[in-house]
């Protein structure tokens, strides 16, 4: 099982600022399959990244993704407040599907 | 555009079985895998598993003794049993569709389940 661990726990930014989010995986697999979701409270997970670095449709560009091996990377360039929220990272490379504990961005 | 909605009871007593039913509207539930995730109260998401609309299955080996997702593609719809459950499987329960070789790009809104007596 690929296990991803995610940090920081939490970040506390203010609006306007940068936010950099690490996901990193047990073992290394390809980038075209690591996602990256944004989830707010009482709602469903909603998919921002897939392959890493492809944005879903919709998506602001202020969202981006890249890595590979173990070691990616979400990157909200400039955080508008509808950004605060918690981020996970989920591989579907290999069974079991997993995701990442989570990192909650919130307002400093 | 497709659209999911999980209905079922939200109380199941300890040692019962959960059952669930996720509804696909707007397309069909054909070509794609269909699974279920849930979301222990404040907690992060586990995947459950899976069924691909031919009838082919995947669990999550956590669970896999306990869960069966089965299909029935003339409804549209796609079910969950978990058996034997315990306070530990309280949960926002998902189902979320993932296209082959893709990820989870479509999710329902989710619906809670309390496991208690």
Known sequence: EIVLTQSPGTLSLSPGERATLSCRASQSFSSSYLAWYQQKPGQAPRLLIYGASSRATGIPDRFSGSGSGTDFTLTISRLEPEDFAVYYCQQYVSSPLTFGGGTKVEIK | ?117
């Open chain 2, 1 to 117: 555009q497709v659209q999911l909605q999980e209905s079922g009871p939200g109380l199941v007593k300890p040692l019962q079985t959960l059952s669930l039913t996720c509804t696909v509207s707007g397309g069909s539930i054909s070509s794609s895998y269909w699974n279920w995730i849930r979301q222990p109260p404040g907690k992060g998401l586990e995947w459950i598993g899976y069924i691909y609309y031919s009838g082919s299955t995947d669990y999550n080996p956590s669970l896999k003794s306990r869960v069966t997702v089965s299909i029935d593609t003339s409804k549209n719809q796609f079910s969950l049993k978990l058996n034997s459950v315990t306070a530990a499987d309280t949960a926002v329960y998902y189902c979320a569709r993932r296209l082959p070789g893709d990820t989870f790009d479509i999710w329902g809104q989710g619906t809670v389940v309390t496991v208690s007596s």
